[in-house]
């Protein structure tokens, strides 16, 4: 299974990703999770990472690509992935697919988490994330709506963008999924 995953910021990526990793016996690949461990790490590419996180903004396409196509290019040769974050962009997807061809790796579909912005607010707050707080995720919020929300519309017109209502127990989110997606 090949799936990426696509929410606002509180949507819910994270645990769908880790439910549907193991419900699919693929891994789960986080770009934030990545990204943050990169950080962690002190390198100076993580340092650079660490500025953009602590703002809000989206890394450099270069250090992302650069963390992300390797770990999925793995994963795919071990069978499959749930990509959660990556890409996240319409420039990243249609870069995505250019090496996706070269190495085999594609998407049988992606999933979009709709959620209303009053319940991903409350949500994000309840979280103890450094970039969680509320300057932080106003700002979030309003890359998502520039930047990454045109990927619905991207993903629809390819034809496997699957809508699904995520205000709903995390378990009932699962159970939609794997129900609509078409499945062996
Ligand atoms: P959320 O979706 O809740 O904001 P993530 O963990 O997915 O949390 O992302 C956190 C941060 O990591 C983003 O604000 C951004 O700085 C960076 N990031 C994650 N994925 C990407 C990506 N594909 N391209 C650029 N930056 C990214």
Redesign the pocket.
């Known amino acids: 299974m090949k799936l990426l995953l696509l ?5 819910g ?2 645990t769908q990703g880790e439910r549907l990793a193991s419900l699919y016996a693929v891994q789960h690949i ?7 461990a990169e950080a962690r790490a002190g390198t100076p590419v993580g340092r650079e ?1 660490a500025g ?2 602590r ?7 270069q ?2 690509f650069g963390l ?1 196509v390797p770990a999925v290019a793995a994963a795919a040769a071990r069978g499959g992935y749930i990509l ?6 319409v420039p ?1 997807a249609v870069q995505a697919f250019d090496v996706a061809r070269r190495l085999d790796f594609t998407l049988d579909a992606t999933v979009y988490l709709n959620l209303p912005e009053p319940v991903l607010l409350q949500r ?1 707050l309840g979280r103890a ?1 450094t ?2 707080t509320a300057e ?1 995720i106003r700002h ?1 919020l309003q ?2 709506a520039e930047t990454t929300s045109p990927l619905i519309a991207y993903y629809r017109d390819r034809g496997i963008l699957l809508e699904v209502n995520g205000d709903q127990p995390a378990e009932a989110i699962t159970a939609e999924i794997q129900a609509r997606l078409p499945g062996p």
């Open positions: 929410a606002a910021p509180g949507g990526k994270g986080s770009s934030g999770d990545v990204l943050r990472v953009y996180q703002r809000g903004d989206l890394v450099a396409d250090i992302v992300l959660d974050g990556f890409p996240r962009t990243q994000l994330r970039d969680d932080v979030r890359v998502f």
